[in-house]
């Protein structure tokens, strides 16, 4: 029987090329070895953005149309809405009843986001109850399937640990086996920051988008950060010293292509605009084909509906038989 493997994203809009190297690059290539279910954690989207709900529905169709674009293909792996599955919420209650306390306050994600939510201003900087139990409602999500692995990137690792204590405490408690310790499954590429040089990410507007056309792409490639100490073309360059640009390279280039920038940046033969103006053209030419995609599912929103409600369809059929499970090894009425 093929391992099963489950993973989600919360609908942050359109997604950046950090999500899509860090994480659906992974998805992408292992759907075809597990069988395979990703959701859209609109719930998830709720713990910190419960009053700003005026485009939810948006961005859950946009994280999908960025998903499909870039290959995640959905006569193989199951895409639905976490917010669809029922059962999930009642999942979600009987996790939190064995579930002790310290054990999500602990939660080093959930400290840093709490952090966060801190230093922003406003009504938003409570932490409500829904977002201390952000680590049990994804527990939920992914013991909803029973599944044995998670692929993820490195930020949620902690998260995936408090999963199989969870899964454990479950199973010694009402003494069976039912429920899998679920492994993380870590992407091994480089993680890309962004054009700043920090961690890339849609809040710091130094982020390429999936959706971005190729015109946006190369106006935005031409802001990166490249070496600090080089002023003139004729200066030797240090391509290890390259900020953003040079790992960007190592990242898109061709082995070839790679070691040409770096013996003409460090001849200095090769300007930094000259040299970005290139980068630019080559992320552009390896995106076309998902932005081609991206545009037909646009233009077929119907499409992505449709293939939403099937991936419902299908991840409540597990859903349902699971929560029977769970339903008669709690022993409830
Ligand atoms: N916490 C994840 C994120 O912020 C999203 C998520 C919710 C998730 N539930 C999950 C990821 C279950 C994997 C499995 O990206």
Not at 83 to 95: F, G, K, M, Q, R
Not at 136 to 159: E, F, K, R
Not at 168 to 187: A, K, S
Not at 235 to 257: M, N, R, T
Request: with cysteine; charged share 25%.
């Amino acid at each position: 029987m093929s391992q099963l493997i489950v993973s989600g994203m919360r609908p942050t809009g359109k997604l950046h090329l950090g999500h899509y190297l860090g994480v659906i690059q992974n998805w992408v290539k292992l759907q075809h070895k597990y069988d395979s279910y990703f959701f859209v954690a609109d719930w998830h989207a709720l713990t910190t953005k419960y009053d700003k709900t005026e485009n939810l529905k948006n961005d859950v169709l946009d994280v999908t149309i960025d998903w499909l674009a870039a290959g995640i293909d959905p006569e193989i792996s199951t895409i639905y809405v976490q917010s669809h599955i029922p059962e999930i919420a009642e999942l979600n209650v009987y996790l939190g009843m064995v579930t002790p306390q310290n054990w999500v306050e602990r939660d080093p994600t959930l400290k840093d986001m709490a952090k966060i939510l801190r230093t922003k201003e406003g009504q938003n900087s409570q932490i409500s109850y829904g977002l201390m139990g952000y680590p049990v409602l994804m527990s939920a999500d992914i013991m909803m399937m029973n599944a044995n692995a998670v692929p993820v990137g490195v930020d949620q690792v902690a998260h995936i640990e408090i999963t199989r204590d969870i899964a454990r405490r479950f199973n010694n408690i009402y003494n069976t086996e039912f429920f899998n310790e679920p492994q993380p499954i870590l992407n091994h590429c480089s993680l890309i920051c962004g054009l700043d040089g920090n961690k890339m990410g849609k809040s710091f507007q130094n982020d390429i988008k999936i959706s971005d056309t190729a015109e946006v792409t190369a106006k935005k490639v031409m802001t990166a950060i490249t070496d600090r100490s080089r002023m003139r073309k004729t200066d030797l360059g240090h391509p290890d010293d390259c900020e953003v640009a040079f790992k960007y390279w190592k990242i898109f280039g061709s082995e070839q292509e790679v070691s040409i920038v770096r013996s003409e940046c460090e001849k200095g033969e090769r300007g930094c605009a000259d040299c970005k103006r290139q980068l630019g053209a080559k992320i552009n030419e390896c995106l076309a084909q998902i932005r081609e995609k991206r545009v037909y599912y646009e233009n077929h929103i119907d499409e992505v509906k449709d293939i939403l409600s099937e991936g419902d369809k299908k991840a409540r059929k597990r859903a349902g038989e699971v929560i029977a499970q769970v339903r008669e090894l709690v022993r409830m009425y």
